[in-house]
């Protein structure tokens, strides 16, 4: 059977749900536009609750505020910028592993490739996203190395779309990742979670809070999790630690502070599953290579991570004006990897050639951001004005070494021991000792201005210099490579709020990111620069609980490294030439009827194209990253709330992913596909038992590839049952 056939239908018919999913509400406000605002009704309630409190009497799925977006306490339809919030409640509802997983559903972000290794294979509008953790970078690693957030550490996840280097500095223009973790300070909650599912998975997690003091000044939290699962498409094994402690002190209403702390150990043997076009996609005389099949080696493979956090957040308000922030964190992330991994076909048609790897890379990294904000008036206008300081500090220390390893049959896979010779000095290999210190000083403001309860206008800038300094001690002779740089980078954005709900917005936002490598002189590359056109219209029906959101945006990248054109007198050279041109549509809906019923729905159109170029990429698709050019999303879920099966539901979904190229000149396509989730649950009053499963259909694709040698398999079925007891 034709693969792309069940494609073909479901994309016929995904438009017309998704229109469904936007009108649904839209019918819904119509027919119950006298319901009472109950925000209107009890002004005096309203006005004693705090932006989280609002986002959560509002709805579980669809959340109002996203401080990540201004850093501060800003309501969604008053910024101008597209951001998704992934809620708690979604991410239990859909049953998330991992957080690109919990991402599934909205607009703008592709996740391709199973590796339990790394959260991040992922993209949004067209580029890499910026990593945080509680509005704090997170260290800045090879992908392989990423830090890893459980989802059950979660409270949400929020992406911000588009360049954010006015508030957070360097960073690439494509969007920001925000999550915010589960600390102390809140209610009580005791919770304790235990799963079990397809792979041998079991794991078992708790989240166990409450108060020190009987006053409630001082209270604690507890995140655990422990998780032991098989593999996929491997012989091994897999297991997780996460332990999340933090302590919260209140001494009044006006001052706060949560003292947090963060321990994750992965261990698991994996190598990147780097499969040839040729037998995957391709067709090949010796037929379809299996997705089961394993190209590392059961003796020589390993991958062992350890993580560690502490960091504190401190907020004083001097007056109904004056409030300041300090947030800190200091994180360490150190791996021990053994990698194989594929290159390519080997001559005889059926086998893959394989380099071996050694990786052992340690990055530490320290951030602190210090924020004044103040509310005032000048007349009619009323101002959020925050002016911050924030400095970052990462050093890193990468040694690695690769040689070509033994190949393997890919059909019939027999392993040949790696040999540790090939590591040796003078062997023929590719080490390097990479360490580099990095540092950022950032000084930027911010002022929201409203005027007439109808407009918003948003004035940001940022002022930052960076330094870094790297050496490789692999390289002989090798000297200290320096580095400084400095830009500006600025936003603005105008919001008109309409008295139906209605808010369109304009803005225009900057980003840069330095850059760590030279060029040909050994002089060092310049930062690369972003600008963003966007606009938007966002729509919240009052009395519903429901936002629509729809954003048309142009993203320019400058400075982009190309091949040097003298390849003569610079053979593997680049120059600062190139230029990427991101730009397309997205839309996002987020409802809930009071029958009970949720829906969720997105659909994303991208150009992503390289404007300028010395090579065969003119005009092309950048491939460094596997980019689909249409993303398409829809989710509901149902819950009883009468009768003897009060508390019974079930739900599901449906995510297309549009074909995406695999080859730098375009050549090579990789197909779309479309993957079913599902679930049945059973909340009880202090119970819930909920099965969930992930690619109900158990398709089989390929969900990226770099180059037709580097092609991967997307995640097969998986099934997970699990029981929360609350008390």
């Known amino acids: 059977m034709d693969p792309r056939r069940p494609t073909r239908m479901t994309i016929k018919r995904l438009p017309s749900v998704l229109l469904a999913t936007f009108l649904l509400p839209t019918l819904s406000y119509a027919t119950d536009n ?55 409640e979604q991410i239990r509802m859909q049953g998330a592993q991992s957080v690109v997983q919990a991402l599934g559903y909205s607009a703008g972000v592709a996740g391709y490739g199973p590796n339990l290794r790394s959260d991040w294979y992922t993209v949004i509008r067209g580029f890499s996203p910026s990593l945080y953790l509680d509005g704090l970078q997170l260290p800045v690693t090879m992908n392989l190395a990423s830090w890893i957030v459980d989802p059950y550490q979660l409270e949400r996840v929020d992406v911000l779309h ?10 690439d223009p494509g969007g920001t990742v925000d999550m915010v973790s589960k600390v102390a300070g809140g209610p009580p909650v005791h919770e304790v979670q235990m799963q079990i599912g397809d792979r041998a998975r079991k794991q078992l997690a708790f989240d166990y809070g409450d108060y020190l ?21 491997t012989p091994f094994g897999s297991s997780r630690v996460m332990v999340a402690p933090s302590i919260a002190w209140k001494p009044s209403a006006d001052t706060s502070l949560v003292v947090t702390a963060n321990y994750l150990r992965d261990r698991l043997n994996a190598s990147d599953s780097f499969l040839p076009a040729v037998g995957t996609i391709q067709p090949s005389p010796y037929g379809r290579i299996s997705p089961h099949t394993f190209i590392g080696d059961p003796d020589f493979t390993k991958y062992l991570k350890h993580e560690y956090a502490a960091g504190y957040r401190f907020e004083h308000r001097f007056d109904d004006a004056w409030t300041f922030r300090q947030n800190a964190r200091y994180s360490r992330t150190w791996l021990d990897n053994n990698m194989l991994y594929g290159i390519g076909m080997a001559e005889d048609g059926h086998s893959i050639d394989r380099y071996a790897g050694i990786a052992k890379p340690d990055y530490r990294r320290l951030t602190v951001d210090n924020q004044l904000e103040a509310r005032f008036n000048t007349g009619a206008f009323q101002h959020t004005v925050l002016m911050g300081v924030d400095y970052q500090s990462q050093r890193t220390s990468d040694p690695e070494n690769y040689a070509l390893g033994p190949a393997v049959d890919l059909y019939n896979p027999v392993y040949t021991p790696v040999d540790p010779a090939i590591f040796a000095p003078g062997a023929a290999n590719y080490p390097q000792d990479l360490q580099q210190r990095q540092k950022q000083l950032g000084v930027y403001a911010q002022d929201q201005i409203k005027y007439d309860d109808h407009w918003v206008l948003v004035l940001s800038g940022r002022q930052d210099w960076s330094r870094s300094e790297s050496i490789d001690y692999a390289v002989a002779n090798a000297s200290k490579a320096k580095q400084n740089d400095h830009a500006f980078t600025g936003r603005v954005g105008l919001v008109y709020l309409a008295d139906n709900g209605l808010a369109p917005y304009l803005s225009y936002s900057e980003s840069f990111n330095p850059q760590t490598v030279a060029n040909a002189y050994g002089a060092p590359f310049r930062p690369t620069t972003g600008t963003q056109y966007e606009a938007g219209l966002r729509f919240q029906p009052k009395g519903t609980q429901t936002t629509l959101t729809a954003a048309v945006f142009q993203i320019r990248q400058q400075n982009v490294t190309t091949p040097d054109p003298d390849q003569i007198n610079h053979p593997n050279g680049y120059v600062q030439t190139g230029e990427v041109r991101s730009r397309g ?19 994303t159109y991208q150009d992503v194209r390289n404007t300028k170029a010395n090579d065969n990429t003119l005009n092309k698709w950048p491939v460094s990253i596997p980019i689909p050019r249409e993303l398409a999303s829809l989710w509901a879920d149902y819950t009883l709330s009468g009768g003897d099966l009060a508390g019974l539901g079930f739900g599901g979904g449906v995510r297309y992913v549009s074909s995406s190229f695999g080859a730098p000149d375009n050549s090579l396509r990789v197909p779309a596909y479309t993957l079913i989730d599902a679930t049945a649950f059973y909340q009880l009053p202090q119970w819930r038992l909920a099965l969930n499963l992930s690619n109900l259909a158990n398709k089989v694709y390929i969900a990226g590839c770099y180059d037709a040698t580097r092609c991967m398999y997307g995640s097969g079925r998986t099934a997970m049952l699990s029981a929360t007891y609350d008390w």
Do not use: C, H
């Open 34 to 88: 006298d319901t009472t605002d109950p925000q209107k009704a009890r002004p005096e309630q309203a006005a004693k609750l705090s932006a989280i409190d609002v986002q959560a009497a509002v709805s579980d799925m669809d959340a109002r505020t996203a401080e990540s977006a201004t850093k501060t306490r800003t309501p969604l339809i008053e910024t101008p910028q597209m951001v998704s919030v992934v809620t708690q």
């Open 162 to 171: 588009g360049p954010s280097s006015v508030l957070y500095g360097q960073g």
């Open 213 to 233: 003091s009987k006053d409630g000044q001082w209270s604690y939290r507890i995140v655990a999790v422990g998780r032991k699962q098989d593999i996929a498409n």
């Open 585 to 603: 549509v997205e839309l996002e809906a987020r409802t809930s009827f009071a029958n009970g019923i949720n829906m969720i729905g997105s659909y």
